[in-house]
């Protein structure tokens, strides 16, 4: 079965620049959820979409902005990179929100240098 | 507030032995649902099991089965007959009906030795 496509699946980047993370989620799956997972932590969530509307908003920070396009792929924009962004980010799926179990994808590996 | 707690860090096992991870949830929803993730050393998120909360049945899935339990608020979850595949972290985790996104516990790391 398809499964959610994250790309690129590990990124590099030095302080100060900017990061596009992508996503497309499980064929006929509307809503798109993005959590950002630091070292050692849980992971936290940081924005939804649905119907390629914003649903939701987590502990985003202002520097980072989303969109979900009318294919229902998403992408996260990161901009001025901190250190502090090196983490493990996960964009996740559901057919239906709320209502439905959240498929995650491989996620995408930050490192800020 | 943490709306997901799981108390135990971390759970060293022989392989064959049963591990039971617990996980002890907070909501004001009455209609929620509950999670476990499992994430192997190579990163992703799997899903495992989810239970809604009018659902207390509990079921047998495999090796795998939970035990949900509204009065204490509790949602553990057991492997039986581990195996080191069983290796990894496992999450704990929480929606509520009118706040879609996944509320994570802290994770429990497994290891199942040979």
């Known amino acids: 079965a398809a499964g959610v496509i994250q790309s690129p699946r590990h990124l590099i980047k030095e302080k100060r620049e900017t990061a596009t993370l992508k996503c497309y989620p499980i064929?006929?799956?509307?809503?798109v959820y993005w959590y950002q997972q630091g070292p050692g932590q849980d992971p936290q969530f940081l924005i939804s979409?649905?119907?390629?509307?914003?649903?939701d908003k987590g502990s985003i920070p202002d520097r980072f902005s989303a969109q979900q396009f009318s294919d229902y792929h998403s992408e996260l924009n990161m901009s001025s990179l901190e250190l502090g962004d090196s983490a493990l980010y996960f964009c996740?799926?559901?057919?239906?929100?709320?209502?439905?179990?959240?498929?995650f994808g491989p996620g995408t590996r930050l490192l800020v240098l | 507030a943490q709306k997901v707690t799981q108390a135990q860090t971390e759970i060293s096992v022989v392989e064959k032995e049963d591990v039971t991870l617990d996980c002890v949830y907070e909501?004001?929803?009455?209609?929620?649902?509950l999670f476990w993730y499992k994430q192997p050393p190579s990163g992703e998120l799997v899903f495992l099991i989810r239970?809604?909360?009018?659902?207390?049945q509990n079921e047998i899935s495999g090796r795998y089965s939970w035990n949900f339990q509204k009065s204490t608020s509790s949602f553990n979850f057991t492997i039986t007959a581990s195996q080191v595949v069983d290796s990894a972290v496992y999450f704990c985790?929480?929606?509520?009906?009118?706040?879609?996104?996944?509320?994570f516990g802290a994770g429990t790391t497994v290891t199942v030795r040979a």
């Open positions: 979409f649905y119907e390629k509307m914003q649903s």
């Open positions: 996740a799926s559901t057919a239906r929100r709320g209502e439905e179990t959240q498929y």
């Open positions: 909501t004001r929803d009455t209609t929620y649902y």
């Open positions: 064929p006929r799956h509307d809503t």
């Open positions: 985790a929480l929606s509520e009906i009118n706040d879609y996104k996944l509320s």
């Open positions: 239970r809604n909360s009018f659902d207390e």
